[in-house]
């Protein structure tokens, strides 16, 4: 689950994009993207308060890159994105730690290393099952461009 950041790049590339940047400014990522805001009602689901307006990556699989894993989505407002991507000095944060700070923010668990939280299982499997609408929302979308 965990990746680097070179590695989504080379995922990037693979999908028909230069650089990341460019496939945020596509077509397929402002679907991806539209959807997910929809579902989780334009609220923030880290702190809950403010509005979404960005949409955070938990990891960088293709499927999830090309909108096929939308349990793996989220909405953030812009001061949570911004406290899970980068640390106080405004630094990127390295990819398995902004993994880890996201998943304790938005189960409000703390995470030990190296043992398992089954709350994090059942997350994972609840937001598959009820994205399935989404992801198919998502796939006739896409189909259209």
């Known amino acids: 689950m965990f990746m ?3 590695k989504r790049d080379e995922i990037v590339e693979a999908m028909g994009f230069r650089k990341y940047s460019d496939y945020l400014k596509s077509d397929r990522w402002k679907i991806i993207r539209s ?3 929809f579902r989780d009602a334009y609220i923030c689901r880290i702190c809950s308060t403010r509005k ?3 949409v ?4 960088y699989s293709e499927s999830i890159l090309k909108g096929e894993r939308p ?6 407002c812009r001061d949570c994105h911004q406290a899970i991507e980068f640390d106080s000095e405004g630094e990127k944060r390295c990819l398995k730690d902004v993994q880890k700070d996201f998943l304790e923010k938005v189960l409000r668990t703390k995470l030990q290393k190296g043992v398992s939280n089954p709350k994090i299982g059942r997350w994972f499997r609840n937001h598959r099952q009820t994205n399935k609408p989404v992801l198919e929302s998502i796939a006739e979308s896409i189909k259209q461009l």
């Not at 955070?56 to 990891?59: A, C, G, M, Q, S």
């Not at 349990?71 to 953030?76: K, R, Y």
């Open 71 to 76: 349990e793996l989505l989220v909405s953030t």
């Open 52 to 54: 979404a307006t960005e």
């Open 4 to 6: 680097s950041y070179g």
């Open 56 to 59: 955070h990556h938990f990891t």
């Open 35 to 37: 959807h997910i805001l």
